[in-house]
């Protein structure tokens, strides 16, 4: 049995793979160029999905924080066709196989509830998108949404700030915190909706394998936390002081005034119906997480 997974040789993908192969499946990645149990998007678009194929992931991106790299239209456009376009060729492979896999797990992003500092989110509100990144997650989740009553799940996954060594804010964030120059980001007071990725990967998996799950999960921490709150104890994990804050300009100027807000603005996410579907979290407190990560 495999699990072709779109983007999959990239940050999260790699755990997904490790942890999909110790269950027993097949990974087969989906990149831009071919290789050891990696086929590529063209060989997709001509082929369609192997045979043995019983499950889709969509977790295509470009990435969305990357330091001096601003958003311009170009940009913009190259961070839309990795998430949109791809997920919607996955989709018309699996709408036109013959022997269509159990489930697609399409990633989405928390970028469609708009920052607030007291509001609490789940899967249940109702959202309208507001800015370019919340318009981008509309697009990309109706991008992964397949026909009702079809012989395929779908499961739409919005992925909080995910915490692992190998990508994210904590490849933005390692070396600083290590040197003893961290701090908290910008007021430190805005929401940090987090999940450490091995736990993203599992509720991959999970999905996967329980027939029951279907519709939008939160893919984020059930106790999500200050942003000073996660600075802190990074530091504290490192054994280092947690006192250089880092202010709100100097973020807009490393990442531009649009990815900034990534950092410098947050929502409080609660993966209701993720827990409520049987998921539970290897890393539940951010405590636990950065202990991991520096282990």
């Not at 209701?272 to 539970?280: A, D, F, P, Q, V």
């Amino acid at each position: 049995m495999s699990i072709l997974v779109g983007g999959g040789t990239g940050f999260i993908g790699r755990y997904v793979a490790k942890l999909g192969a110790r269950k027993g499946f097949k990974v087969i990645s989906v990149s831009r160029k071919a290789g050891p149990n990696c086929l590529t998007w063209n060989d997709v678009s001509r082929a369609g999905l192997p045979d043995d194929c019983v499950a889709v992931v969509s977790m295509s991106g470009e990435p969305i924080l990357q330091p001096f790299k601003r958003w311009t239209e170009e940009m913009k456009q190259i961070i839309k066709e990795s998430r949109v376009d791809k997920t919607k060729l996955l989709r018309q492979a699996i709408t036109s196989s013959t022997k269509p896999p159990k489930v697609f797990v399409s990633f989405s992003g928390i970028a469609c509830y708009k920052p607030h500092l007291t509001r609490e989110y789940t899967e249940l509100d109702q959202v309208e998108p507001y800015d370019f990144l919340s318009q981008l997650t509309r697009e990309w989740e109706d991008a992964g949404r397949l026909p009702e009553g079809g012989p395929t799940r779908s499961v739409i996954l919005r992925t909080g700030i995910v915490l692992g060594n190998e990508g994210g804010v904590i490849q933005n964030i390692k070396l600083p915190f290590s040197l003893g120059l961290g701090g908290p980001m910008g007021s430190g007071k805005q929401w940090f909706p987090w999940i450490h990725v091995e736990d993203l990967a599992g509720i991959v998996l999970h999905a996967i394998e329980n027939d029951q799950v279907t519709g939008v999960l939160n893919g984020t921490s059930p106790n999500p936390v200050l942003s000073q709150e996660f600075t802190k104890a990074y530091a504290s994990a490192l054994h280092r002081p947690h006192l250089i804050p880092l202010p709100s300009f100097v973020v807009s100027t490393v990442f531009g005034a649009e990815a900034g807000p990534v950092l410098l603005d947050g929502q409080k996410v609660l993966p209701k119906r993720t827990l409520e579907s049987g998921y539970r979290f290897q890393y539940p407190t951010v405590q636990a997480a950065c202990k991991q990560l520096v282990s």
